[in-house]
């Protein structure tokens, strides 16, 4: 069963679908601490989905309850109009979803080609004989998986430094290799834990040029946490607020940007 809402395309001519994800009176808490508190939204087949707000309100253990690190102790999370049933990230992956970390998680001895290529294992299915004998289905695995890793290395404008291993890169060029991997697992929700973060001006308008592309030209839905009130407005479809584990706000940009709440909350204060 799907939830019925009204499909409508964007002032750019995107297509946004039906509820993808639905996230429903979630509750998490560590121990004594609360991190997320009844919070319900949803994000749409399509959509470029924000989860903002000051530090520590709970956006993070938010992204690692929908990539399935976290099981919430209260509420629903329920993908394509089916309920999830408690599932391990491996699973959750199969099902179409990845994600980038706040902190850069890449194999830095390794190329940036194989970094990219690790973001392929859920699709490799062919069995360790195959594999090692090099029959058919693997063979066939193989180039398909190439395929879509040259793809994609071609769609971020790093073949130049396919070769070079990851540790040598700078800051920039090593989340957008982040980007890559993810994008290699062919997700249709991709989640993107602060791509922005530690970035220079021109990183960031490369990394927000990214992240359009790849939603308007694979219809990738995508999910991001991201402090910099300019790319968030400029980029997102829709914006939650989270403060204190609550949900403060949740609307468009422009909604967003009137809500009291959320002035007085995040936007009315410094933050980087
Ligand atoms: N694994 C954990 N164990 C215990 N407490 C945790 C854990 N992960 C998060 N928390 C707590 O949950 C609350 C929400 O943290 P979370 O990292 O989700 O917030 P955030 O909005 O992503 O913050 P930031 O913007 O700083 O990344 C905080 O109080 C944090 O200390």
Request: hydrophobic content about 40%.
């Amino acid at each position: 069963m799907k939830d019925s809402v009204e499909p409508y395309v964007t002032d750019d001519g995107r297509l946004i679908g039906d509820v993808m994800l639905d996230l429903r009176n979630i509750t998490l808490r560590f121990g004594g601490v609360e991190a997320i508190k009844d919070i319900s939204f949803d994000i749409r087949e399509g959509e470029i989905r924000a989860i903002i707000g000051p530090n520590g309100g709970g956006k993070s253990s938010m992204l690692n309850i929908i990539s399935g690190f976290y099981k919430p102790q209260e509420g629903e999370v329920w993908f394509d109009g089916v309920e999830r049933p408690p599932m391990r990230p491996y699973k959750v992956a199969r099902q179409g979803i990845a994600r980038t970390f706040q902190n850069i998680a890449l194999f830095e001895g390794m190329s940036v080609l194989d970094n990219v290529m690790t973001g392929r294992l859920n699709h490799m299915k062919a069995g360790m004989f195959s594999q090692a004998m090099w029959l058919g289905k693997a063979e066939r695995e193989e180039v398909e998986n190439r395929e879509v890793v040259e793809r994609v290395i071609d769609f971020l404008e790093i073949q130049k430094i396919r070769k070079t291993p990851v540790g040598r890169l700078p800051y920039g060029l090593k989340k957008r290799v982040e980007l890559a991997r993810a994008l290699a697992a062919e997700p249709r929700l991709l989640l993107l834990d602060e791509p922005m973060a530690g970035m220079n001006v021109e990183e960031k308008e490369d990394m927000s040029r990214f992240i359009l592309d790849v939603n308007d030209e694979f219809g990738t839905t995508i999910a991001l946490i991201e402090h910099d009130m300019g790319v968030v407005m400029d980029l997102s479809d829709r914006v939650v607020v989270m403060d204190y584990g609550r949900k403060i706000g949740d609307g468009t940009p422009d909604e967003v940007r009137n809500n009291q709440d959320v002035i007085d909350a995040y936007l009315g204060v410094a933050h980087d």
